[in-house]
């Protein structure tokens, strides 16, 4: 007679669903109210499960961390390049980088700004954050050869463009952008940056 394996009870589904609890705990108390039995009683689930698939409470913080840029990396995946290498670059940031940080605000804070009290990043954390960040050098270094940013290195491009991006996203949520212009100043500050790094000298090092 054969045997049936027993079903696993922490599955993919319970992972995800502590993240998704880990996340709205953050949004709503802050980082300090995470913890591994406040994740699993938000979740519906044990304790238990939180130490199976994460090992700790910083285990938990880390696989968020990791979630938060394949987010951003899906984000960014779900627009399709074109022949047009200036307008992929400037749909990355505002189809890509702002819709991510619309849609996880507090991921967004906690992983992108200074002034949120930020983890350190364990090895797999960190190698989804550079994965994402691989997604805009991608898009910058297609600009590049396409002649859009003049004598700029794709390190400096790459740097300003993200100071923007993140600069962008931080004064929307502090409503110094309005929430029905959101798109168009995003569009605009970006083409502008684009077209001004076209025309001047890089700053030298």
């Keep these: 007679m054969s045997s049936v394996g027993r079903p696993r009870i922490h599955d993919e589904q319970t992972r ?14 802050g980082l300090d109210a995470l913890s591994v039995r406040a994740a699993a009683e938000a979740a519906g689930t044990s304790t238990r499960a939180v130490y199976a698939l994460f090992a700790s409470k910083e285990g938990l913080v880390q696989a968020l961390a990791q979630r938060t ?17 200036g307008e992929d670059l400037i749909a990355g940031s505002v189809y890509g ?6 849609d996880h605000p507090e991921l967004f804070h906690l992983f992108f700004t200074v002034q949120a009290r930020r983890p350190r990043l364990g090895e797999e954390a960190n ?9 805009l050098v991608e898009r910058v270094e297609r600009a ?6 003049g004598e700029h290195s794709v390190q400096q491009v790459v740097m300003l463009w993200d ?3 993140v600069g962008l996203a931080a004064r929307e949520f502090c409503w110094m952008i ?18 001004g790094l076209a025309t001047t000298q890089p700053v030298a090092s």
């Design 16 to 29: 995800v669903e502590l993240l998704a609890a880990a996340e709205r705990l953050i949004a709503e108390h």
């Design 69 to 85: 840029y394949e987010l951003l990396m899906e984000a960014l995946a779900a627009l399709p390049l074109t022949d047009d290498a």
């Design 97 to 102: 980088f702002r819709r991510f940080a619309l």
């Design 127 to 135: 190698a989804a954050r550079m994965q994402a960040f691989d997604k």
């Design 144 to 149: 590049k050869a396409a002649g859009l940013v």
């Design 163 to 165: 100071v923007m991006c």
């Design 178 to 195: 309005p929430s029905d212009r959101g798109e168009q100043v995003w569009t605009d500050a970006m083409r502008s940056l684009l077209a």
